[in-house]
């Protein structure tokens, strides 16, 4: 007997999220995320608008999945799109925003929101496959895969090609390391950082001139970092994201 009350109680909710309009969706987001312009019904549905901390990711298709629903949660596969990125995902919503099975390629210029503080934009492709991002409001709380930019540039006073730069991220207790490498740039580069939850970033990284450095960096290197015996540049910074 309790098994068919289950299986009808599964009936009812279905039924009841095939007729809530998709608009109801913008009162179960949390404040740092926006949406508008909906179409479709709370269980399949769609935006032309998605916003996460001010971040316009374009328009949204989502498909929600109801058994998150017996833990008092949100969890829904998503694709979003924009004319610089395009990504897939499943997402968690509840006290955080947990972001599963990310991939996701796009430009570059995405991303300049978290650098343009530092007066310089970035130039080139990138692609992220996550395993895991946490966020909760302006707070990472964790993030753990890999991200991929192909000819990465960063434009500013000096406009620097780091070429095909990798960066590994891998969650400790709280906050990520991340590891650094390029290959193809104006200079080499090797380092790690440390990126805590209130998006601080300790950073130790190590640049050599190669035979594909021009005299402007050459000479430019001089002022980024402290000199090292064997040539190379031993740059330590300590500051902050913007997200």
């Known amino acids: 007997m309790k098994r068919y009350i289950l299986i009808g109680f599964i009936v009812f909710l279905i039924t009841i999220l095939f007729t809530i309009p998709a608009s109801i969706a ?11 312009q909906f179409d479709g019904n709370i269980w399949q549905g769609s935006a ?13 298709k989502w498909e929600i999945q109801p058994s998150c629903f017996f833990i008092l949660k949100l969890c829904a596969d998503i694709q979003q799109t924009n004319h610089q990125l395009s ?8 006290n955080s925003t947990v972001f599963k099975n990310l991939y996701a390629t796009g430009d570059a210029r995405v ?21 895991k991002l946490s966020i909760t409001e302006r707070r990472i709380d964790n993030i753990d895969g890999d991200i991929r930019f192909e000819k990465l540039a960063i ?35 090797s380092g790690m950082a440390n990126l805590f939850e ?7 990284m190590s640049i050599r001139q190669n035979q594909l450095s021009t005299d402007a960096v050459i000479n430019g290197m001089q002022f980024i970092g402290d000199q090292q015996s064997d040539g190379s540049v031993r740059l330590k910074h300590n500051g902050k994201l913007a997200l």
């Open 87 to 94: 990504s897939s995902f499943s997402i968690t919503l509840r």
């Open 111 to 131: 991303l300049d929101s978290l650098v343009n503080k530092f007066g310089i934009t970035l130039t080139g492709d990138f692609e992220a496959d996550l395993n």
């Open 48 to 60: 032309s608008t998605f916003t996460v901390n001010k971040l316009n990711l374009g328009s949204v």
């Open 26 to 36: 913008s009162k179960l987001l949390p404040k740092h995320i926006t949406a508008s």
């Open 198 to 204: 209130d998006m601080s970033y300790e950073l130790d």
């Open 155 to 189: 434009n500013g006073v000096l406009r620097v090609l780091l070429g095909n730069l990798d960066s590994r991220f891998v969650p400790q207790d709280n906050y990520t390391v991340v590891s650094l490498a390029n290959q193809q740039g104006h200079v080499d580069l």
